[in-house]
């Protein structure tokens, strides 16, 4: 355990505290979540509502469980699994399924700020790519030379942006309540609703973000006042308390703008085909809301993917390579995409499923890791925390191997 644990308390420890869990929690409002969300409304309106706010709820404990990890160990989850990993291939294997989920998180969030870009301002979606990439990589530079809390706040600046943007239609279009419950019944209709949960759940539960949290808990502590480790965990549950809930809040709200307004309207399974159907229903006012938020969402969260994907070279595959090289690894893929003319919003979804494959590589190891004594020490998981960690495992699990079965036919 870090010197973290039996450290000094401070009177100034709540506000100093919150901060990473907010970083983390900017991967549940990237473009992918925008896609899918707006394609899951339009397409079976209220439907899937319950597949969303489950997510969410997931995504609080496995995100506690990740922050707790780093916290308590002093190490990212990257660098623990690349220590007990036995064998070189084994540790090289896993990192390559790992950087592969960083690469598709990147493809949807690079996609996301270009097509942005393209609705704004005309730009044409590779140079759009590319500038969504240049600007994410200066914000990565500055957290390097200024230090977390910078970043923190760069990306704050960016939620409050993603949040107006997002929810504006909200209040404009207020969904009818009846059906926003008949959402909370658990039900499917056909295999594009299970596709559409797979990629909801990838979207939602990510991967990286997974190994985020753990590094973003760990780099923040390793410099500045020092707190007891329990403090530590208490302001950690409050911190991703309020992340969550205003990542699930605003995703939420745009499935229920999408099911309110979008359904029956031709185009709407893009994002600029969205766009534009929520300017002409909402007004000029709600689609630049829509396409400025979509741009901040893809600029915040590229980065923070790219911060995940540095943690996960670092710890599985033991190289420090230069942040510009970095970068280039996961935004190359991402123009390639859409040099080869493949339609924007259907790589969204894709990468969300992608991602959606990925999450038991990333919770399996993590829910492990936070039960086991003698790495956590006092903050090793309750027994209830442990098994609500595998529930979420295996439900995840199972969704995916429906997917396979429903829409693939490899079972």
């Not at 308590?72 to 064998?87: F, N, V």
């Not at 600046?157 to 209040?171: A, H, K, P, R, T």
Request: hydrophobic letters at 60%; proline letters at 5%.
């Amino acid at each position: 355990m870090t010197s973290t644990a039996a450290a000094r308390p401070s009177k100034h420890a709540p506000a100093w505290l919150l901060g990473p869990a907010m970083v983390a929690g900017v991967a549940y409002l990237d473009p992918g979540n925008v896609a899918v969300n707006m394609s899951a409304g339009a397409q079976f309106g209220f439907l899937l509502v319950w597949v969303l706010v489950a997510a969410n709820v997931a995504a609080w404990l496995i995100q506690y469980m990740s922050a707790k990890l780093g916290l308590a160990t002093g190490a990212s989850m990257a660098e623990l699994i690349g220590a007990r990993t036995k064998t070189r291939r084994g540790r090289l294997l896993f990192g390559l399924q790992a950087q592969f989920v960083a690469i598709a998180t990147d493809v949807a969030e690079v996609i996301g700020g270009a097509v942005a870009l393209w609705i704004l301002f005309d730009t044409p979606l590779i140079v759009g790519a590319i500038i969504t990439g240049a600007v994410s990589t200066a914000m990565l530079f500055a957290q390097a030379r200024h230090g977390a809390k910078t970043f923190e706040f760069a990306i704050m600046g960016l939620i409050i942006v993603i949040m107006i943007g997002f929810c504006y239609g909200f209040f404009l279009a207020p969904p009818p309540p009846a059906d926003v419950l008949g959402g909370m019944i658990p039900k499917f209709e056909g295999p594009q609703s299970v596709l559409l949960a797979a990629s909801i759940m990838g979207a939602t539960v990510m991967p990286h973000a997974i190994y985020a949290h753990s590094s973003l808990a760990r780099d923040r502590f390793r410099s500045g006042p020092s707190f007891p480790l329990p403090r530590l965990l208490r302001a950690t549950r409050i911190d991703v308390t309020i992340a969550l809930t205003i990542a699930g809040s605003v995703n939420l709200v745009m499935l229920l703008v999408a099911a309110t307004v979008l359904p029956g309207v031709e185009g709407t399974d893009s994002l600029e085909g969205a766009h534009a159907a929520l300017e002409s229903a909402l007004g000029a006012t709600a689609g630049l809301l829509f396409a400025v938020a979509l741009l901040a969402s893809g600029l915040a969260s590229t980065a923070v993917g790219a911060y995940a994907g540095a943690d996960i070279m670092g710890g599985l595959f033991r190289t420090r390579l230069k942040l510009i090289t970095r970068r280039l690894i996961t935004i190359i893929p991402a123009i390639v995409v859409l040099a080869l003319g493949v339609d924007p919003t259907f790589a969204l979804v894709l990468s969300q499923v992608v991602l959606s494959f990925g999450i038991p590589f990333a919770l399996v190891p993590l829910v492990w890791l936070t039960s086991r004594r003698s790495i956590m020490g006092v903050a090793v998981n309750a027994w209830w925390t442990t098994a609500a960690g595998w529930v979420i495992a295996a439900g995840i699990i199972a969704l995916n191997l429906a997917l396979l079965t429903l829409q693939i036919g490899l079972i």
